[in-house]
């Protein structure tokens, strides 16, 4: 299974911790459905990463297992139910550990790459 | 989570994704875009709709049931594929699982099951202890019974009931016995234990006052059995013993009695024993010890709780029946016993005592002959799977984790282990059946009630699940470490891969060459054994005896015509056709009765205690002759020794060593125990016979007193009459009932041979001498089954080895020897493993061997024996193959 996953994934090679980092931060600016989640990113991104839905929703219902993001069904704008999910306190702690964590892999990458 | 949560949360992801897509068809019409085309991007941009649904189950965690579901279906058609070898391996499985179901049934319905009453958890056992270290004795008299019933206070019910194994009421009124088996019970004995009446009524309190008349109550077996389940059966008439008893109802199906072994017929009520005795003895006397007491604990209150009120009890309970005709220091003693309470819910069993260790020790025997049956499957899936790697490389190559593929390998073989656990089930039905046959004796039948509960079928499933793992868990993981390039391209693996392939067989091979040897050791133990006791010196001669027992009792002849009966009876017998010669006595060899006594000497300084413990049997004068057994020295018994003759004796040797170690006995006197007030009459010592087994075979000869049978006090109700023929015992049967006829018609008979009784004494042993050679047989077979297999395919897969070596000039023997090398290898590992194994673990036999050490030298060197040359043989078959294979069709088979 892992090994199918990945080709799916050949867009642009996230890894998995990555996307949930961009799902909990779109989440932090509001409540957000599945294809407002991929389209916000999309747009965020400048249309580079457009996140393979194969990966999006796996990665929603994860969040939602370990309990960092909520779900709950609402009625969107358009009359037409949909999932809405929000970001849980837990899930700001996880945020702010992951959102860390980046940072400091984006500092190593640097650092390696730095031509001096 | 659960079906119906599982549904709801897929019908979400369906909307979920539904709605997905339609949002993003609606932005690209927004777009612009076509409506069809729409939907189409949409989807096409979504991707794999399935994917995700799947890996969306797989996070749920779901995945593992759907996975498991497809591993049985694909398994299903796998082995239906290889329909011999699935048949195969099935048939053994069956038979194995089988023989451990058996086993492991008949040890829940005599040791674990509870009685089926109500709540039987809540039932005690009542017994009575001296001091704190001697073992609590179950069995009180009628006394002390009716002391507790009246004031005791620690139970919320009490009951009794008799403790016979033999209880039994002869229905037939004279002639042939027909025997009704009996049990005799205290008024509240079915409302305690909560049973309930299948027709008319159980006995109350009222039922049970002395002097009551006689009334039964039927079991429903009985009443199905005998009555039909007719309705008139409440309120008729049944002969006990010649005595009429009045039907008052039936106990409820299902209700055999507290004694699990048994079942029993009818039952009576405590005071009607004074029927059969014409007194009321049995109920006064405070030394006759026949009852049994349970009870049911108060609801709340503990086991401890009850022994300590028991403790403060007992003196109070006791003191009021204290046998007054005991020794003053026996009777202090007596007053001083405490009564304890232990859990009672499985009843009393004289079945459990005698075969509880057998059966354990069966269990492990079956156990292991299972393992050596699952070492020759893992070695056929071994194989199997060997011929399936192309598969499991095209699996691999797909995606397959080594995981994913040993889940799937093992459900096959647990499948296989399941299909043979069901197919056990019912040969452990048929196989527990003829053990019950094989221990019920002619005077113990045996029955129990096989139910197939929770305990068998849990026990059945873990070792099928067991079972399945066992074998399949080295093939599983073995196949799937293959290499994908070498399994595609579906050569032949390298030489070296082969012979690590190997390996793991042999292994398997030397496992089960060990174990079978272990269990080799013990069947050889257990026969050698029971042979050393079927050759013991009994000391008469057990052959062509026909035993006869004749109760007057029952047929209400007068005491005082006792002797003129019996002494009618013998003549007659004595001058049947056929007949060499005959004798009667109180007691026969090798029964479960026995009649006791200290016994002192005119010497001061004689044996005392249990040393002084002698065995007394009554004879008529032609016994010793009947028996065959030698009188030494001395005389035998003549018309002489009549009632009013001096009172004389015959003693065995063992007597006579222990009384009088370098006196001769002849002429000296004994006598038995002095009660207060009347002391023990003198008795002289007129003979000396040679010593024989009194009780059990297995015993050190008792010291034995013969006194004449016409010199006997009590008990001369019934006799036996043991008669020498010079034919088949049975076919005098008819002329002994019309000799016993003619005197009085209304006699009851029963008859036994010798020879029969004397072999029912050895029941357990047999049982175990039986048993433990078949199985150590089978174990023998299956391992050199898996031998020969081995080494065939060992010789098969170096085939094109050995065609190279002769085309290159090697002689013949030369490969003999390599292939035989290879054997010799496992058969010294798997002896010497088996050797250690057997040393460290017969020690646990010991109680149950004969003549024998459990350690025993020459046992295990025969073991070994036979182990090696059998095993030589299996692996030099296919070795001989080897040798004489064409080295030309070797080479061209590669």
């Known amino acids: 299974m892992k090994e199918m996953k990945e080709r799916y994934q050949n867009r ?104 001096e | 989570m659960s079906w119906w949560t599982r549904k709801r949360k897929e019908e979400q992801l369906e909307e979920e994704v539904r709605g997905h897509l339609e949002m993003a068809a609606r932005e690209r019409v927004e777009r612009g875009v076509a409506a069809d085309e729409a939907a189409r991007g949409a989807r096409r941009e979504f991707g794999n709709v399935e994917l995700v649904r799947e890996t969306t189950r797989d996070i749920w965690g779901w995945n593992w049931l759907q996975d498991a579901a497809q591993d049985v279906r694909y398994g299903w058609r796998i082995l239906g594929r290889t329909p011999v070898l699935t048949a195969v391996a099935v048939f053994s499985l069956a038979l194995g699982i089988g023989a451990n179901t058996a086993i492991f049934s008949l040890i829940d319905a005599v040791v674990l099951q509870m009685l089926p009453v109500h709540k039987p958890e809540e039932l005690m056992q009542l017994k009575m202890r001296g001091t704190a270290a001697d073992r609590p004795q179950p069995t009180f008299t009628n006394p002390i019974w009716e002391e507790v019933r009246d004031h ?82 409440v309120g008729s008439t049944l002969s006990l013993d010649n005595h009429n008893f009045q039907v008052i109802g039936v106990s409820a199906a299902g209700f055999y009695g507290m004694d699990v072994g048994n079942k029993f017929d009818v039952v009576i009520p405590i005071c009607s024993q004074a029927i059969f005795t014409d007194d009321e003895t049995w109920l006064t006397r405070r030394s006759t010890w026949w009852l049994d007491i349970a009870g049911r604990m108060k609801p709340g209150m503990s086991e401890e709780q009850l022994n300590s009120r028991l403790a403060v009890l007992s003196p ?34 004289f079945v459990r005592s005698q075969f509880q260790q057998p059966l354990t020790i069966l269990m492990g025997v079956v156990g292991l002959v299972l393992v050596i049956a699952c070492a020759n499957i893992a070695s056929l899936m071994l194989a199997r799977s060997a011929a399936r790697g192309k598969e499991i490389a095209v699996r691999k190559a797909l995606g397959a984790s080594r995981g994913r593929l040993i889940r799937q390998l093992l459900t096959e073989c647990v499948l296989l282990s399941s299909a043979g656990a069901a197919l056990g089930l019912a040969f452990a039905r048929w196989g527990s059946t003829l053990l019950v046959r094989f221990i019920s004796t002619a005077q113990d039948q045996v029955f129990l009630d096989f139910s197939l509960n929770g305990r068998v079928l849990g026990f059945t499933a873990a070792i099928a699940v067991l079972t399945g793992v066992l074998f399949g868990v080295l093939p599983a993981f073995r196949s799937t470490r293959v290499s994908l390039t070498a399994a595609m391209k579906g050569g032949q693996a390298e030489d070296s891969e082969r012979r690590m392939r190997f390996r793991p067989a042999k292994w398997i091979v030397a496992s089960q060459v060990a174990l079978s040897l272990v269990l080799l050791v013990g069947a050889g133990l257990f026969l050698r054994s029971f042979a050393k006791l079927t050759a013991v010196d009994a000391g008469f001669d057990r052959n062509n005896v026909l035993l006869v027992n004749a109760n007057l009792k029952t047929a209400k002849v007068p005491a005082e015509q006792y002797v003129a009966t019996y002494e009618a009876i013998e003549q007659r017998l004595k001058a049947l056709p056929g007949v060499v010669s005959a004798g009667r006595s109180f007691t026969t060899p090798v029964s479960h009765m026995e009649w006791n006594e200290d016994v002192h000497t005119d010497d001061a300084g004689g044996p005392v205690g249990d040393a002084a413990l002698t065995y007394y049997n009554f004879v008529s004068a032609g016994y010793f002759a009947a028996l065959r057994m030698p009188i030494i020295e001395g005389r035998g018994f003549d018309k002489g020794d009549s009632k009013t003759g001096t009172k004389v004796a015959i003693v065995n040797e063992t007597m006579v060593r222990r009384f009088f170690r370098n006196k001769n006995p002849i002429g000296q006197y004994f006598r038995g125990e002095d009660e207060p007030g009347n002391p023990a009459a003198r008795i002289q010592i007129v003979g000396i016979v040679k010593d024989s087994k009194y009780d059990s075979l297995r015993e050190e000869t008792f010291a034995q007193a013969f006194l004449p049978i016409t010199q006997i006090l009590e008990g001369d109700e019934r006799e036996n009459f043991e008669i020498r023929t010079l034919m088949q015992p049975s076919a005098l049967i008819p002329a002994v009932q019309e000799a016993v006829g003619g005197v009085n018609k209304e006699i009851p008979i029963e008859y036994r041979m010798l020879s029969r009784q004397v072999d029912d004494s050895l029941v357990q042993e047999r049982l175990l001498a039986t048993l433990s050679g078949f199985f150590g047989g089978l174990a023998l077979l299956l391992a050199m089954i898996g031998l020969y297999g081995a080494v065939n395919y060992l010789v098969n897969q170096r085939r094109a080895e050995f065609g190279i070596r002769r085309a290159l000039g090697a002689h013949p023997g030369a490969i003999f020897q390599l292939v035989m090398r290879d054997v010799m290898g496992i058969l010294v590992m798997g002896i010497a493993a088996g050797v250690c194994l057997a040393a460290a673990s017969v020690g646990v036999l010991q109680k149950l061997m004969f003549g024998l050490a459990a350690r025993d030298t020459a046992t295990i060197v025969a073991a070994v024996g036979v182990m090696a040359t059998v095993a030589f043989f299996a692996g030099y078959l296919p070795a001989r193959r080897a040798m004489r294979a064409d080295p030309m069709a070797a080479l061209r088979y590669e």
């Open chain 1, 12 to 115: 642009i090679e996230l890894l998995q911790g990555t996307l949930d980092l961009l799902i909990l931060q779109t989440l932090q600016w509001g409540m957000q459905h599945g294809y407002g989640i991929s389209v916000a990113i999309r747009a965020r991104s400048g249309e580079i990463l457009q996140v393979d839905t194969g990966s999006l929703y796996p990665a929603l219902h994860r969040l939602e297992k370990q309990k960092w993001i909520a779900a709950e069904w609402k009625t969107s704008d358009n009359n037409q139910r949909a999932k809405y999910y929000r970001l849980t306190a837990r899930g700001k702690k996880q945020l702010a550990r992951e959102l860390s964590r980046w940072e400091q892999l984006q500092g190593a990458i640097a650092g390696v790459l730095k031509v």
């Open chain 2, 152 to 233: 005791q206070d620690a139970f919320a019910g009490v009951f009794a009931w008799s403790s016979f194994t033999h209880g039994q009421f002869d229905l037939a009124r004279g002639g042939p016995v027909q025997y009704a088996n009996g049990v005799i019970a205290s008024g509240n004995f079915f409302a305690v234990l909560g049973v309930r009446p299948a027709a008319g009524r159980l006995f109350t309190a009222e039922d049970d006052r002395r002097g009551c008349p006689g009334v039964a109550v039927l079991s429903y077996g009985f009443w199905q059995d005998h009555f039909g389940g007719a309705a008139s059966a």
């Open chain 2, 316 to 349: 109070q309970l006791l003191t009021p029946v204290v046998p007054t005709n005991w020794q003053a220091e026996n009777q202090r003693e007596f007053v001083k016993r405490v009564l304890v309470a232990s859990p009672g819910g499985t009843g009393v069993s």
